[in-house]
């Protein structure tokens, strides 16, 4: 057997192990040394693949692919930076625990650390943002090293899911010839003898008494708080609603939730808690003697603030798997058992009485009155009534991908009372603004109808994500909220008028993007909004909708009545001369 042979059917069994494995996607960067890997799974019939020249943009188009399916989606890529580049996105998927099997192709080890060209030291070149890391054996297709590979492939599968998901990485040293023979009839594994399965994995619940001790002390609270924060599981926000109406419990819940998009306006659902919240009276108000948090740590500032002013609360936070996602650090209690059962199991239990019936009233009482607030019309077109027309024209069952910065808060703010069903997403891992359009564009390759709520910065940051989408016919609109870059200096322009703001701060955050838009819809008034907002109707490919906001200040205040206490809401502005 030849080295081309060896070659062929070494790789060839671990792609095939990678698609008995559960895989169904590969993202290809192609180049000279991945050339074995990148050839094999594109001749697999059971793989899709998606040729994506830059590797940065290609691990996040897999990122955001693998959030969509909630399955382990490959990247391969050739050595040297082609792999560095795949870093921001691995970063992102080790905070948000996404599923990527990253596959670096590298110089064989008689050609490292000796100046030859295109190799730098990839071993365990992400460190601990990888869940497993392994140096690959060079090909050879002996009955040992085929069945080595296959259990690698499968292995790096399951890693890749096990627990907290996140990515694992391969590193595959190749010699020259890298030409796979394609013509060789086995390259495939025949049978399914020898390949070993690390699938079957059982669900963290409590025990019986643990349980029972669980519910006997959150029910006897007065005054009890279900926080949901980002999280991609749809049956563990159904769950959760179901038990809150059962308890009386307000749930706060993050627009990551889910809890807000199941496509039924629940009472028990307070979508407006981080407008509520900023009120230092009604922070004090609504102190809670509980709270138990699903999911990580919601986006809202305000609810920061809320829950360490309520230290003397008992908090619980549950966990699927393992981890310590508590940043206020407030003494908490951690429970690890896989939500969904867990409140399963909780509504099976009997209901106790309730021992503060306005307790849900109250926090009924101030959402409704925010929420009425916040869907006024304003007379001009705002960053808030864009997003509220938007989420009217979505179509149902779709996806919506937010970035990061304002573009999340906005969501945050106005994303109420909603009767639609979609799935939303975001990369909340890291919180960067890079990847953005590459994410959603990644997701929509999952068949899914897709739309982009970005800033303009986050949209200028990634353009070349727009690529894949136009290549593959992908189905996205975008929604570019263009205020000049100013989301990024409003914490700034806080601090100082600007007739004090000194040159280097407006340099750096102050007309970052002065270019215009020509070949985009452009949208400057609620006229022009509605009509443009029929694009996210599943009826074209890709749409760029602009709009062109002009900042100013528009602070509105809550009306004393419900409660007897007044609410800023969190749309203020900042006026064109930079005054407060």
């Given at each position: ?136 054996a060079l090909p050879e297709a002996t009955q040992g090293m085929l069945e080595y590979v296959r259990n690698k492939a499968v292995r790096a599968i399951h890693m890749a899911k096990?627990?907290?998901a996140g990515a694992v990485h391969l590193n595959f040293p190749l010699r020259e010839p890298l030409i796979p023979d394609l013509e060789m009839p086995d390259k495939w594994l ?339 909004m509605k009509p443009a907002c029929s694009m996210l109707l599943p009826t074209a490919i890709i749409n760029v909708v602009r709009v062109l906001w002009k900042s100013r200040q ?27």
């Open positions: 057997m030849n080295h081309t042979e060896h070659l062929t059917k070494y790789i060839g069994q671990f792609v095939d192990a990678l698609w008995r494995g559960g895989m169904t996607d590969v993202v290809i960067s192609p180049g000279s040394r991945s050339t074995p890997l990148a050839m094999l799974c594109t001749e697999h019939d059971g793989l899709n693949e998606w040729i994506i020249i830059d590797e940065r943009s290609a691990a996040f188009f897999a990122l955001g692919l693998a959030k969509q399916t909630k399955r382990p989606v490959g990247l391969i890529c050739t050595s040297g930076t082609a792999a560095a580049n795949y870093f921001p996105a691995i970063v992102e998927a080790y905070y948000s625990r996404v599923p990527l099997v990253v596959m670096t192709a590298d110089r064989p080890h008689e050609l490292r650390d000796v100046g030859a060209p295109q190799a730098i030291e990839q071993i365990k070149l992400y460190g601990d943002y990888v869940k497993w890391f392994q140096e690959m096990e627990g907290n025949e049978k399914q003898e020898g390949l070993s399965a690390f699938h079957t994995e059982g669900q963290k619940q409590l025990p019986a008494e643990d349980l029972q001790s669980l519910t006997n002390e959150w029910q006897s609270a007065s005054k009890g708080l279900f926080v949901c924060g980002p999280q991609p599981d749809r049956d563990l926000a159904a769950q959760l609603v179901k038990l809150a109406a059962k308890w009386g419990w307000p749930i706060l819940a993050d627009p990551l939730s889910q809890v807000r998009s199941l496509g039924g306006t629940e009472d028990v659902v307070i979508e407006t808690y981080d407008a509520v919240l900023k009120e230092p009276q009604l922070r004090e108000r609504f102190k809670p003697d509980v709270i138990v948090r699903f999911g990580a740590m919601p986006v809202s500032k305000s609810y920061l603030f809320f829950v360490k002013e309520a230290a003397s609360a008992k908090h619980y936070i549950v966990e699927p798997s393992h981890g310590h996602r508590e940043p206020a650090g407030l003494p908490s209690q951690f429970i690890y058992a896989d939500p969904v059962i867990l409140c399963k199991a909780l509504n099976e239990q009997p209901a106790l009485p309730k021992h503060h019936s306005q307790w849900l009233e109250q926090w009924q009482s101030a959402n409704q009155t925010a929420a009425g607030i916040l869907q006024q019309d304003p007379d001009i077109l705002t960053e808030g009534q864009a997003v509220r027309m938007m989420v009217d024209a979505l179509p149902e069952n779709s996806t919506l991908y937010v970035g990061n910065s304002m573009a999340i808060r906005d969501l945050d703010s106005f994303l109420v009372h909603n009767h639609k069903s979609f799935e939303v997403l975001a990369n909340r891992g890291a919180n960067g603004i890079d990847g953005m359009i590459s994410s959603g564009v990644g997701a929509a390759a999952a068949k899914k109808r897709v739309t982009l709520l970005l800033g303009d910065l986050s949209f200028f940051h990634d353009m070349n994500g727009l690529l894949a989408a136009k290549h593959y016919e992908l189905d996205v609109t975008i929604l570019l909220i263009n205020n000049n870059g100013a989301v990024s200096s409003r914490s700034c322009l806080r601090l100082k008028k600007a007739s004090t703001l000194k040159p280097c701060l407006a340099r750096l955050f102050i007309l970052i993007l002065a270019i215009q838009l020509h070949y985009m819809i452009l949208i400057t008034s609620l006229l022009k528009t602070v509105k205040t809550m009306p004393r009545g419900t409660g007897n206490c007044g609410l800023i809401l969190p749309v203020r502005m900042i006026n064109n001369s930079g005054e407060i």
